[in-house]
């Protein structure tokens, strides 16, 4: 499936948010989001700024326990992109955010923002699967070509929740909110799970 | 005249040791300790055990990329990183910057390295096996390569010898495949892995053990009196123990050495060729370039050991051309830089396992499981030679599996909190053979920025290898399979290359014939008998089993028999 038909469905599934002209646009997309990726530094918007917050928060909302905003998860998300991922990355990963920009992400409510991020699950888990069929295939240094000549960036929906997940889980508040934190173990035991334990975290 | 008398005896010792790396340390340990004076020269930075891991004692939110490589350490690192995540924050430094010492890859070679204190010793995985009596014996009943000089009865007194020093946990298993060693308490396994353990043997009589692994499970008094303490499975060992807790060369040899007072070491200081008296028929000391400065200096003594790590070794016997030796120190059988060994990985399997949901681990154990070489073992025959061991171990899935799980939302966030279920992985090390065609040599035109010709490695995997990748896949799965374990997944990752093993090593081989050989059994360079290679190069096959434990017992054979010759004057 190629990007606008993806974007399609995405209107459909939400009922026509987009307007025609923005399906339009779609056409010379792909070529715009290479061009501002490559050359440029990675760097987002104010608007698609917010819209990695909310989606990190979406993913790690707020709950007894804090959420990915008040950890820091935002800026960790862009940190991360910009200090750790190379260009194939930062390229999927803005090619996936224009997408979301497109479907007017922030004037949406909040279950039709769930809507979208359900449908990008979706997509992903499918991209994945075929990512996974190329590693792990019977290796014998014949494929080596093959592995060069594939430099796509995993894609967005992966990165940003494997960010978030990664930024709020190792985080001080996260932590200590989420697990029982034990920095110097001291000694190596089976032991029996109590019911409602949390995991432990060293 | 006075002045350059007076230098010369400054600069001159007992011994020589080339590297503070696993082997060096060692080599280091048991000359001083024999009452020589030692001089061992590093080319890398000054650590300093414990006060310089910096990172050892930092929390997780304290790691600011949270263990994921930075696209300059990526680039700085090209070589380093393909071994995996270790150039990270958490042990990046203790790895050598490959842009600054580039080598050439005529083809592809995976060289991990550690220029620094200690060398690898630093962050090796720990893992102890001996090799077994059938891994001496194979070249020679099957024709490949040549036939080791030493046998398993050679060794084995110096295998009890090291593990001791070391102090190495472990089980006994009364196995011919794998031979007991001198062991501390072994750690546990988990409670899926005894079930798997169990399963093994029903199906297939195959034994399963727990990792054999340089951590001090229970100090005894001469790990203690070097400062070092029991483990407090934190494993995090990459960053360097602050308890001196696994054995490295900082916490162990170097130490040790020191408490003779009879070592003095030089760092930042490249050694880049052994000077060869014509005369006298011997080498004589080594010439070294500093790194910061590039000032050159010479050093003498009686004895030099090499222990620069196997492709280093090589590439400074090359280096050392003389009238004697047009072809590089040593070269007479031109063997020197070839047959390259390595133990090739990257290929296993991984599944989940139903059940086992109120067990639980506490602590974090730096150690895994080792499912011994069982094939060409007992009756087993296959279309390839030799075999693999398999690493490995189960563990219950912490966030990181909301990765690629599906949902998003406050209850996926709490699900996150618990544990989840029991995964379990293992991958093999394979034995690689020896083979004359996998070299690397110094390039003839190209220098690096002191002057010293680069390393150009010319290597991969032959016809064995690649049977056994399938096979080594193949057979993980299987075993998964007969367990129960469910969502079995195969790989055979294809970009692995030679050297990605970590574990490099032939370049130097050991033989009886000075024809085929560079050095004999007692890793004596053969035309200059004075010179002693201790590190991996000598290894004349490879075994699976991880091999430095072997460099170090075959170390401490070869320091005892120096010191002995020194005095009768033989060398
Ligand atoms: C991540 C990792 C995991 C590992 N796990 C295991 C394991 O579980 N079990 C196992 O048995 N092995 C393991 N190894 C391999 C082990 O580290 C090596 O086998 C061992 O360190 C080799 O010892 P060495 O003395 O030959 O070389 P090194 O330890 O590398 O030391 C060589 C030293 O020589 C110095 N040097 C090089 N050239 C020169 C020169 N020209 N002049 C002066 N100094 C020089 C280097 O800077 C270095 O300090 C692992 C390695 C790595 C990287
Ligand atoms: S696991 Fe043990 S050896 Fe490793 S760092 Fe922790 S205390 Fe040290």
């Known amino acids: 499936m190629n990007r606008r038909d993806v974007i399609k469905n995405v209107a459909l599934m939400l009922g026509g948010a987009f307007s025609a002209p923005t399906l339009m646009a779609m056409n010379h997309w792909e070529n715009a989001t ?87 699950e979706q997509e992903t888990k499918a991209e994945m699967v075929a990512r996974q069929m190329k590693q792990t295939k019977m290796g014998d240094n014949d494929d080596h070509e093959d592995i060069k000549k594939a430099p796509k960036g995993l894609p967005f929906w992966r990165l940003i929740k494997e960010l978030t997940l990664l930024g709020y889980f190792t985080s001080e508040e996260g932590i200590k909110a989420s697990f029982e934190y034990v920095q110097i173990p001291g000694k190596l035991e089976n032991i029996k799970l109590q019911p409602n334990q949390k995991a432990y975290a060293y | 005249m006075y002045l350059n008398i007076k230098a010369t005896k400054n600069n001159t010792f007992d011994a020589i040791v080339v590297g503070s790396g696993m082997t060096g340390g060692f080599a280091a340990k048991e000359l001083t300790e024999k009452g020589l004076t030692v001089l061992m020269i590093e080319r890398g930075r000054e650590i300093k055990h414990p006060e310089d891991y910096d990172t050892a004692m930092k929390q997780p939110w304290e790691i600011e990329h949270r263990g994921k490589i930075t696209a300059h350490s990526a680039e700085e690192h090209w070589a380093n990183k393909r071994f995996g995540n270790l150039v990270n924050e958490e042990a990046g430094s203790f790895f050598t910057d490959d842009k600054a010492n580039p080598y050439i890859e005529k083809r592809p070679f995976d060289w991990i390295r550690a220029y620094h204190t200690g060398g690898k010793s630093m962050h090796w995985g720990r893992q102890s096996y001996r090799f077994n009596k059938q891994d001496f014996e194979a070249n020679a009943k099957e024709g490949i390569g040549i036939d080791w000089p030493i046998r398993y009865e050679d060794l084995a007194p110096w295998y009890t010898y090291v593990e001791k020093f070391v102090g190495v946990s472990g089980q006994k298993e009364g196995l011919d495949v794998l031979p007991d060693g001198d062991f501390l308490p072994a750690m546990p396994l988990f409670a899926p892995e005894l079930h798997f353990k169990q399963k093994m043997l029903e199906k297939f009589n195959r034994p399963v053990t727990v ?41 162990g040899a170097i130490p040790a050495a020191n408490l003779t007072k009879r070592l003095t070491m030089l760092h930042d200081s490249i050694v880049a060729e052994i000077i060869y008296d014509e005369q006298r028929q011997k080498a004589t000391g080594v010439r070294v370039i500093n790194q910061q400065t590039k000032q050159v200096e010479e050093y003498f003594a009686k004895i030099i050991f090499l222990n620069a790590g196997a492709m280093n070794t090589a590439a400074l016997l090359l280096n050392s051309k003389s009238n004697r030796f047009q072809q590089g120190l040593g070269n007479d059988s031109d063997q020197v830089g070839r047959n390259i060994m390595d133990h090739h990985l990257g290929v296993g399997a991984t599944a989940s396992i139903e059940g086992f949901l109120d067990d639980y681990v506490y602590g974090q154990r730096p150690n895994a499981l080792y499912i011994p070489r069982f094939r060409n073992w007992g009756n087993d025959k296959q279309a390839y030679l030799r075999g693999f061991g398999y690493q490995g171990g189960a563990s219950r899935e912490g966030w990181n599996r909301g990765v690629n799980a599906d949902g998003f939302g406050g209850d996926f966030k709490q699900n996150l909190t618990k544990p989840g279920q029991w995964t379990i992985g293992f ?53 998964m399979d007969a367990a129960g374990f469910k969502n079995i997944t195969g790989y055979n990752r ?22 085929t050989s560079v050095l004999n059994a007692f890793n004596q360079v053969h035309d200059c008998k004075n010179v002693f290679v201790t590190d991996g190069a000598a290894m004349t096959s490879s075994s699976c089993v991880n091999p430095s434990i072997t460099y170090m017992a075959l170390t401490a054979r070869a320091a005892d028999y120096a010191v002995k010759a020194l005095k009768k004057r033989e060398l």
């Open chain 1, 34 to 120: 290479q061009a501002h990726v490559n050359g440029t530094a990675f760097s987002l918007s104010s608007s698609q700024r917010t819209i990695v917050a909310e989606i990190a928060e979406l993913i790690l909302p707020k709950t007894d326990t804090p959420g990915a905003k008040d950890v820091g998860v935002p800026a960790f998300i862009e940190m991360m992109m910009k200090d750790c991922y190379a260009q194939a990355e930062q390229q999927s990963f803005m090619e996936g955010l224009v997408l979301i920009e497109q479907t007017k992400f922030l004037d949406l409510n909040e279950s039709e923002r769930k809507g979208v991020l359900k449908y990008l």
């Open chain 2, 211 to 251: 990792g054999r692994v340089a951590n001090l499970s229970q100090p005894q008094a001469w790990h203690t009196k070097l400062g070092r303490a029991s483990c407090q499975y934190r494993n995090k060992c990459v960053r360097g123990c602050p308890y001196g807790a696994y054995y490295s060369s900082l916490s």
């Open chain 2, 427 to 479: 991958g093999g090390f394979g034995e690689v053979l020896p083979n004359p065609a996998n070299r690397m040599y110094l390039d003839p035109n190209r220098t690096d920025q002191w002057g010293i010709p680069m390393i150009v490695f010319d290597a991969a995997f032959g016809e064995n290898e690649i049977a056994m990748r399938k096979d080594m896949m193949n057979a993980a799965m299987e075993m």
């Open chain 2, 494 to 515: 294809p970009e692995v290359h030679l050297g990605l093993g970590i574990h490099e090593m032939g370049t130097a081989r050991m033989g009886r014939d000075p024809k």
